[in-house]
Structures are given as structure tokens and as C-alpha cells.
């Protein structure tokens, strides 16, 4: 298991793995090894789709993929979410454990629940988990704004 930073922020906690880059829409990315990335939903990007039922990939292994690209997508109760690539490179697989239990995305998203790896490099606006928790930080604090504001 890797070292974890630990986060709090209103009714938010979670734990951050520390060697770990994350992206602007809430994926990690672990690097297995040179220029291998396994790449999943952070717990955050759990919270907010609610409950998983159902996963998809559209891409093929070997397929060429670029940052930002739709890859897949995810099923809840609430709506159906693509899945975008914050690596571009080749699409290597997709987790297969998620075929019978999808929900191991929420239950364990930074172990079994890993969505997809690709071969190739991370988009440059990924960051470390100090950047991470500055945008946890300012994308909690709208919510709890706009929240306020709604029950004025």
C-alpha cells in the first residue's frame, strides 16, 4: 500500500495517496513503471457519482489515446459519466474486476477498483497531491458556497 497523505475538508475526508499524480477532473495515476500509468477515479470523483452499476471501455488495447480523449464510461443511478484519459499514449486494458463488481470503483478506488493503464505520458496539468488538495480545497469551498447561497 502506498504512503498516504491524509484529507479533511467540511464532511470530506479521505486519504491521498503521496506518489500519485492527479488530474483537474479527479483521476489519480500510479506509475507502474516507466511510462506505464494505472489510472483510476479518486474517492472525490466517487462521492460525486454516487452508486456504480455499470462500466464500459470503447477503446481497444494498442489504441492510440490522447489526454482528455473518452476512453469509456461509467453507469450509476444517477447518470451515465465518460471516462476520459488524462494520459496520451495507447490504451492498454481495462480493469477487468470491474466486470463483476463495478462498485469496487467506489469501494476501493485507489486499489482493486483502478479503472484503466495506459503507455504513454501524463497531461501537464496533472499534479502532485499538494496541488490536488488546492483543488479539493477550492472546489469544496464553491459547493459550500453555493449551498449557502441556496438556502438563503
Known amino acids: 500500500m502506498a504512503e498516504t497523505h491524509f484529507y479533511k475538508r467540511a464532511t470530506f475526508v479521505t486519504h491521498l495517496p503521496k506518489d ?3 488530474s483537474p477532473s479527479h483521476y489519480w ?3 507502474e513503471e516507466r511510462g506505464i500509468w494505472r489510472i483510476g477515479f479518486t474517492k472525490f470523483a466517487t462521492r460525486m457519482l454516487g452508486e456504480l452499476v455499470d462500466h464500459q471501455f470503447e477503446k481497444k488495447t494498442g489504441a492510440p489515446v490522447s489526454s482528455g480523449e473518452i476512453v469509456g464510461s461509467v453507469e450509476g443511478f444517477k447518470a451515465i459519466s ?8 495507447h490504451f492498454l486494458e481495462g480493469n477487468g474486476l470491474l466486470a463483476a ?10 486499489g482493486e477498483g ?4 495506459v503507455e504513454g505520458d501524463p497531461d501537464t496539468r ?3 497531491f499538494e496541488s490536488y488538495c488546492a483543488l ?6 464553491r459547493m459550500l458556497e453555493k449551498q449557502a ?4
Open 20 to 22: 500519485y499524480l492527479f
Open 126 to 128: 496533472c499534479g502532485n
Open 149 to 152: 447561497v441556496e438556502a438563503e
Open 101 to 110: 463488481d463495478p462498485e469496487k470503483i467506489a469501494k476501493d478506488p485507489y
Open 114 to 117: 483502478w479503472l484503466f493503464r
Open 136 to 141: 479539493l480545497d477550492a472546489t469544496i469551498d
Open 29 to 31: 495515476l500510479a506509475q
Open 82 to 89: 465518460d471516462l476520459y484519459s488524462p494520459v496520451s499514449g
